[in-house]
Every structure is written in C-alpha cells, then in structure tokens.
C-alpha cells in the first residue's frame, strides 16, 4: 500500500508564493517519477511539473519560470515551490509517483 501526504496549499495574493510538499511512504521499491498535477473547476486534470530520478524535469509551458520542482530522494519526498502566482493557477493540486499512486489533493487559491 502507498500512502502520499500533501502539505502547503491555501490562499495567497496574486504575485505571491507557496511551497507544495508531497511525502510518499509505503511499497515503493524505486520512485521513478514524482510530479504535480493540477484540475480547475469545469477543466480536465493537467501536468504541472515532474521530476524523473535521471534528473529530468518537465514543465507546463504556463508555469515556466514560476514553478520549480524538487525532490529529496533519502526521505521521498517532492516539492513545488510556486512563485510569481496568478488567479490561472487557482486549482487542486495533485502529487503523482510512478505514473500510479494519487495524492488526495491540496487547494490552492489565487485572488486579491
């Protein structure tokens, strides 16, 4: 069983920044793609930002340069740390491992 841990939404200001965290546990013997996703209301589930453990990483053309994703392998855990936010970004965000396992979700609110 996989358990994943999201931690960091809320509400922020346009312009402002919050950091997303996502700690995995459970029976993962290799975490091969750790990512966010995110969903708006009325709009289908998008990639945000992923990690691979080559040290690959991809991005939403809409976030680059705002968003940046990390990952600390020794305590599988994954990081969004979103900058320069915009009402755009308004959304569940969604951590993802392997292409597999699910996060319950985390608000994030953008508005003045």
């Known amino acids: 069983q996989v358990q994943l841990v999201e931690s960091g939404g809320g509400l922020v200001q346009p312009g402002g920044s919050l950091k997303l965290s996502c700690a995995a546990s459970?029976?993962?013997?290799?975490?091969?793609?750790m990512g966010w996703y995110r969903q708006a209301p009325g709009k289908q589930r998008e990639l945000v930002a992923i990690?691979?453990?080559?040290?690959?990483?991809n991005y939403a053309d809409s976030v680059k340069g705002r968003f940046t994703i990390s990952r600390d392998n020794g305590k599988n855990t994954v990081t969004l740390q979103m900058d320069g936010l915009k009402p755009e970004d308004t959304a569940v965000y969604y951590c993802?491992?392997?292409?597999?396992?699910w996060g319950q979700g985390t608000q994030v609110t953008v508005s003045s």
């Open positions: 993802h491992i392997n292409g597999l396992y």
């Open positions: 459970g029976d993962i013997l290799r975490f091969v793609s």
């Open positions: 990690s691979f453990s080559n040290g690959n990483t």
